[in-house]
């Protein structure tokens, strides 16, 4: 597609279950970033990736949370044993090497 | 670890006129990088402008400029003519250049709302 494409929009899921979040970053595009952004706060960084490795994963918050990125295109940010302290939006970036950074819309996650 | 603050958390404006959004931002890095993003309804950030700290010259996009002191560590956006449509929520954002991991450290946000 023509930008980065983030599925679910909104996830609304109950205290304890796992969760998905996909990232289809834009074609060609070999850095992929993840964000959380809670309520009236900006993004915060969760985890980087160059290719189908985590280059900096120093953002995420504990071993909850993990994502993949297993063919260099697609990522997947899963959740595991959701808290209600999870809930927040969770935005995809990806960028070329000229640096600049296209984010998707976001997936809004309501923990319950 | 750099931070970034923006300390007026709402602005708003009359249409057409100009409105100065402040940023500052807090390193001990010399090469980086500042930037503006906005965030609308539709929850995708968009870059509005982007300057890398070794230049002295402020960007300029359209009618979006900004003021860069780096001895203050300060980074301003000026809006000039406002339009409806620029109503959003407005992020101040800094990034290290260091070839390393390039993620961007954001401020809280500012909401700006252009009354017709």
């Known amino acids: 597609g023509a930008g980065v494409s983030q599925t679910p929009s909104n996830k609304v899921t109950e205290k304890g279950k796992y969760v998905e979040l996909r990232c289809d970053p834009i074609?060609?595009?070999?850095?992929l970033y993840w964000y959380r952004q809670s309520l009236g706060q900006g993004p915060e960084f969760l985890i980087y990736f160059q290719g189908t490795g985590a280059a900096d994963d120093s953002g995420l918050p504990n071993d909850r949370f993990f994502a993949v990125r297993p063919e260099g295109s697609v990522s997947t940010l899963k959740i595991q044993r959701t808290e209600r302290g999870d809930s927040a939006v969770y935005l995809c970036?990806?960028?070329?090497?000229?640096?600049?950074?296209?984010f998707g819309e976001g997936s809004r996650l309501t923990v319950l | 670890a750099q931070t970034v603050t923006q300390s007026q958390p709402e602005m708003s404006v009359q249409e057409a006129e100009t409105v100065t959004l402040s940023c500052t931002y807090d390193t001990s890095e010399s090469n980086y990088y500042l930037f503006w993003y906005k965030q609308p309804p539709s929850r995708q950030m968009i870059l509005v402008i982007r300057q890398e700290a070794y230049k002295q010259q402020n960007a300029t996009e359209n009618r979006f400029s900004v003021n860069f002191q780096k001895a203050a560590k300060s980074f301003s956006l000026k809006i000039s003519d406002s339009q409806l449509g620029d109503t959003a929520m407005y992020f101040c954002?800094?990034?290290?250049?260091?070839?390393?991991?390039?993620?961007?450290?954001f401020g809280k946000g500012m909401k700006l709302t252009v009354n017709p």
């Open positions: 074609s060609g595009h070999t850095a």
């Open positions: 954002a800094f990034m290290k250049s260091d070839g390393g991991s390039e993620k961007l450290v």
């Open positions: 970036a990806s960028s070329s090497i000229t640096g600049e950074l296209f």
